[in-house]
């Protein structure tokens, strides 16, 4: 659906509700933003949920009653990527797994592929060169071609370095993936660093000499 199809289609609803008493009129507006984010397969951005409602409605205490309404059940509302998502309570995670049901799932990723992605999510706008220098190994563009597929990221803009190759940045479907509201949601770095799963160090004091040499195999465009 196209955007002034959509903003058509909204502009026939009434959001007011001025017709309703107070407490009647919060119970619809309420109603909306819950049909909404349970129909909805992507995290439902705040726009998209200010079209429904009067413009005097607090959002955010909109979505705290909804999700008061949701205590003791076996799922929640929570911030995702920049909007809202029904997820299931962790408590349940395994018996959900047991049950072998068709659910929404995350691209599936190999250890090394989680692990660059990571390096990514920290570093972004990184280059696949820098990213190397990270593990201190090569990774190659099929490890970045498939994060690229899984939609986890895209080409950020190109690095001032020698050669200007495309840096990689994380979108929006790894913040909803893995339960991020925004990129401040991620673990701290310094526990990351004490696992030595991860080094500042290596993109901060790396020899300038050899940073002024392209890296064998960077790429020009992204992968």
Known sequence: MTMARRSKQLSLID???????PTERWREWMNRAEAIIFASTEPVL?????GVVGR?????????????????????????GGGWQHRTRPAYAEVVRAATVPVRETAGLSQHEAMVLMAIAYFQPVTRSEVSKI??????????????????????????????????VTTPAFLSAFGFDTL???????????????SRAVLRHEDPAAA???HEGEESDPD
């Open 46 to 50: 705040r726009a998209t949920l200010a």
């Open 56 to 80: 005097e409605c607090n959002l955010d205490l909109l979505i705290d009653d909804i999700r008061e309404t949701l205590h003791g059940k076996p799922y929640d509302l929570v911030a995702v």
């Open 184 to 198: 401040r949601d991620l673990p701290d770095i310094e526990m990351l660093e004490d696992a030595g799963l991860l």
């Open 15 to 21: 959001t007011e509700l001025a017709d309703l008493p």
């Open 135 to 168: 593990f201190g190994r090569e990774i190659s563009r099929d490890t970045m071609a498939a994060l690229r597929q899984a939609g986890y990221v895209a080409a950020g803009p190109r690095s001032p370095t020698p050669g200007a190759p495309y840096t990689f």
């Open 212 to 214: 002024a040499q392209p």
